[in-house]
């Protein structure tokens, strides 16, 4: 009985509802305007939120809010470190405005945005508490865990240093790794392609391959030239050995037919290579740099904190003897960002060179 | 366009997982007029995948010989074009890269670049040229295959069992392409089936094989007129006596039994 009532009800609300929607033509959700101001209203209200508890609440616990100048464009602005903490709030709401307005005639991304709103929010009250409790009351244990100003402090004071110690990082990140996607690729075609290699090198790379790279440092150390090439070398082995074996495993799984369909149509040894097997090896490549990638993340920072002149690692090592965490956190925050964007762009490619497989994969 | 194909007494023995000899091909004979529509079936087991892959050069035989316009098979060629039974496409590659693929592996890419068009329609794939094989049905991934070998214009074409994975439908509505293509591109056509009314369909010959050891028991004439009605009172009568050629085959003592 309930049901057939509940039943009857639903229909007829769905009739009601029918009217308001003929109005403005579109159901209440993402798709609609209205909805869709309110979760842009939202994502930005947990950081408008931020700058409130930073200017209404009262500062309790002492401390030092260093002014610092800077010159850019021609302007010289005078900014203390608050200043410069709610400066960054009101980008990261710009920002998100910005996202918000340039989502506005793409369905999916406006679906994406509103999915986002609540984490966004959450966002922004995380910070305010971690103004309250780092720098406003500092509840928390200092020196290790300062407020966000602190951490923003950092840019300011040391933001030439900090900059020339990220491209450090990048360089020796695109060096080693670039290197060790090619060797990895190509060893990796070759044991796959030629049962001789694979009898005399696969096991080989198998035994060294499951050695953390960073293990070698002695010898990269004292028999590379350079320091600088000792951290590429480390690199090139950990990504080399991780490539290598997926490449290898992707070419040796072709499928025999695909092969002879290749051959039938025509294709010399070389293309069954590269326009069989490579082809075929490819989901297994993105696997391969994929792991190789977040492992070459940790063999750097390792490498910079154990014998590098510079690097977000070195710079980390450096600003902990001086019990500068609040540099530290700040090192790290960059790494997150660094890291997070490598890993977006290798993820682009991957879609890009992986488009067939679309709707294949789960995702 | 199309050739004589000559097969004279091809042996082919394989060795099992367990070491045993298995007569795959024993003493086999046969000669494919040019143009033809000739059709191999039989039970598993009875070689005829063996004999297509001869043919198609992807395997050699221990003793005998097969020609082409009186050319030693030694090697696969493009022309001698072969459709598997499912799954050759290549997943990477769209469908009309797919059956570009011939042509840009025999270079002759750039100046044919228009007849991809030409045999997407013939085919009658307009539409999804820029598709995934996984976004395609099994039949139409056939027949992407087929116009795969076609565009290198091959002088036969090698079918196993292309309609083996297809439900009904999609094979009745291929069996018609395949008839169409045949005529429009008068080619020598091999079909290998387990599908009796496929190949009663379809050929002007069927080959019938039968198992242990592999080898041709018999060659029949399917002089029914073109085009040939599935339910028509000849057609039936013929596939009665197909069947009744395999019960009879099934009936003769088995060697193993003799002590």
Known sequence: ?363 | MSSTIGISNVNRVYTDTDGNQVNALNDVSLDIRPGEFISIIGPSGCGKTTLLRLIAGLDKPQSGTLTIDDTRITDVSPERGYVFQQGSLFPWLTVENNIAYGLKARRVFKQNRDKIGKYISMVGLNGFEKSYPHQISGGMAQRVAIARALINEPKALLLDEPMGALDSFTRADLQDKLLELWKENGITMILVTHDIDEAIYLSDRIVIMTPRPGKISRVIDVDLPRPRHRGGGEFLAMRRSILQFFELAQAEPQPEYVI
């Open chain 1, 1 to 363: 009985m309930n049901g057939q009532i509940a039943l009857k009800g639903g229909l007829q609300n769905a009739a009601a509802n029918e009217k308001p929607a003929e109005k403005t033509g579109v159901k209440w959700g993402y798709k609609h305007n209205g909805y869709y101001a309110l979760k842009t209203l939202f994502t930005v209200a947990g950081f408008i939120a931020a700058i409130i508890v930073n200017i209404v609440f009262p500062q309790k616990a002492e401390v030092e809010f260093k002014t610092y100048i800077i010159s850019a464009f021609g302007l010289q602005l005078s900014l203390d470190i608050n200043d410069a903490y709610i400066f960054v709030l009101f980008a990261l709401i710009l920002v998100f405005l910005g996202i918000g307005l340039a989502s506005l005639n793409d369905k999916d991304k406006r679906k994406k945005y509103c999915r986002s709103a609540a984490f966004r929010f959450a966002l922004g009250i995380a910070l305010a508490v971690w103004d309250i409790g780092g720098t406003k009351l500092q509840i928390f244990p200092q020196p290790f865990f300062p407020g966000p100003a602190q951490v923003i402090e950092t840019y300011l004071a040391d933001g030439a240093y900090v900059v020339q110690n990220t491209l450090y990082s990048l360089r020796l990140y695109a060096c080693g790794f670039s290197c060790g996607v090619l060797l990895g690729v190509g060893t990796g075609i070759l044991i796959g392609w030629f049962p001789k290699v694979n009898y005399w090198v696969f096991p080989v790379l198998k035994i060294s391959g499951v050695v953390p790279a960073v293990a070698w440092m002695p010898f990269a150390l004292t028999l590379l030239p350079t320091s600088f090439t000792a951290a590429v070398f480390l690199i090139v082995i950990c990504a080399w050995f991780q490539i290598a074996f997926l490449t290898a495993q992707g070419i040796q799984s072709t499928p025999k037919q695909n092969y002879e369909a290749a051959r039938i149509l025509g294709s010399s040894q070389l293309d069954l290579i590269f326009h069989v097997a490579i082809p075929h090896a490819m989901p297994d490549i993105f696997t391969g740099i994929g792991s190789a990638n977040a492992m070459a993340f940790t063999t750097l920072v390792m490498s910079e904190m154990l014998g590098q002149p510079g690097g977000l690692g070195y710079y980390i090592n450096q600003s902990k003897v001086w019990s500068a965490y609040y540099k530290v956190l700040a090192a790290i925050v960059i790494m997150a960002v660094l890291f997070s964007l490598i890993n977006y762009f290798i993820g682009l490619i991957r879609r890009r060179t992986l488009r067939w497989q679309e709707g294949v994969l789960k995702k």
